[in-house]
């Protein structure tokens, strides 16, 4: 697996954790059913709507882009145990003509290259 789609991969997990909390809460405000009967939900259908109400945001072109020339320039890395990975690593734009990137745990931006002399 590389380190953009353990990027990605994590991503996912994001989405599926966000849509179990968008269930609990949209559930959580019937407290109690009228009827008094147990709800049924279908997931499928749950999973459509939320598709519908939070679309989602594929990587974009820039930022494939951004870290495969990271990776590429040694700025990040592929492997998972090295301090740049950058499967932990997000992408910020760029700003000054350089790729910025954001530790996902730590807030920490990677160093920007200093020019050689």
Known sequence: ??????????????????FIKWLI?????????????DFEIDPDAEYKEFETKF????PSSESKREFEKAIKEGRLSSGPTD????????????????????????????PVPQPSN
Not at 25 to 37: A, I, Q, S
């Open 83 to 110: 301090k740049n990975y950058a499967g932990n690593y997000m992408y910020m734009g760029i700003h000054g003509g350089v790729a910025m990137f954001k530790h996902s745990m730590t807030r920490e931006y990677l």
């Open 25 to 37: 809460m949209k559930y959580d405000r019937v407290k109690e059913n009228p009827l008094g009967r």
């Open 55 to 58: 679309p989602i945001n594929e």
């Open 1 to 18: 697996m590389s380190a953009l789609s353990d990027v990605q991969h994590g991503e996912r997990n994001d989405r599926r954790l966000n």
